[in-house]
């Protein structure tokens, strides 16, 4: 048996946000430039519409992220400070209601209530916020922080379809966008993947499915309500 694996869930959370902020940077940029482009806008709008998209996007990402991870936070707080008032009250029922936890975990009674004691002794809110809520300093996430990764990995996967429009013009254009972006979601993937250690085919597949669909509703309805000139 191999005893030097690496654990890796504590990895997800930062991947989690950089990879869905990059993915929906590249797929919502793309598609809405490939949407416009089929619907034969004149071409030095292009590069305007995908900047917009970058900076509503981002802005969008970031207060999302935002409200997310604090309202998290307030809810763990309050939970927090409800568990210590528990604890002041009433600090024999917490000692058994720790020991009940160990209990099911697979401790002895007597072994359960001396363990519950010695931690309590020790770090009475700590053991049972660990515990009994479950909450690590892992799962506490920073607002500001993953709002700023959000936004910061959005605009990186937004610059690739936006950056192909400075690039590339006439008819090759919208291949172009669709193969950067389907080429870049698939490395995306896998990278993450990797680094999750989940399986490569599944992720890339994934992202390879959905970001196909994206922009092909998005051409369907460009060419539906082309600009007629
Ligand atoms: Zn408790």
């Known amino acids: 048996m191999d005893y030097n694996h690496e654990h890796k869930a504590g990895r997800i959370g930062w991947i989690r946000a950089v990879v869905l902020g990059a993915n ?10 490939v949407g416009i482009a089929a619907s034969q806008v004149a071409p030095e709008h292009l590069f305007i519409v995908g900047l917009a998209a970058l900076v509503a996007g981002a802005m969008s990402m970031a207060a999302g992220e935002f409200v997310s991870v604090s309202s998290q936070t307030d809810i763990e707080h309050a939970e927090i400070s409800l568990e210590q008032k528990h604890i002041d009250r009433n600090w024999v029922a917490e000692e058994k209601e720790l020991a009940n936890i160990y209990v099911e975990r697979g401790l002895e009674g007597d072994l359960a209530m001396q363990v519950a004691k010695q931690l309590m002794a020790k770090d009475a809110i700590g053991s049972h916020v660990r515990d009994e809520l479950g909450i690590t300093e892992q ?6 922080q993953a709002a700023l990764f959000s936004a910061l990995s959005f605009t ?3 610059l690739l379809p936006l950056l192909t429009v400075l690039v590339v013009n006439g008819p090759l ?3 172009s966008i669709v193969i950067v972006s389907l ?3 698939v490395l995306l993937g896998s990278v993450s993947a990797k680094i999750g250690g989940a399986s490569i085919l599944k992720g890339s597949l994934r992202v390879l499915i959905w970001g196909s669909l994206a922009m092909a509703v998005s051409i369907a309805v460009g060419n539906i309500f082309q600009v007629s000139g």
């Not at 929906?24 to 430039?33: K, P």
Request: zero cysteines; a negative charge; aromatic letters at 4%.
């Open 173 to 175: 254009l919208i291949p």
């Open 139 to 144: 799962s506490q996430g920073n607002p500001f």
């Open 183 to 185: 080429l870049s979601l």
């Open 156 to 158: 990186a996967g937004a």
């Open 24 to 33: 929906d940077g590249i797929v919502s940029t793309a598609s809405l430039i």
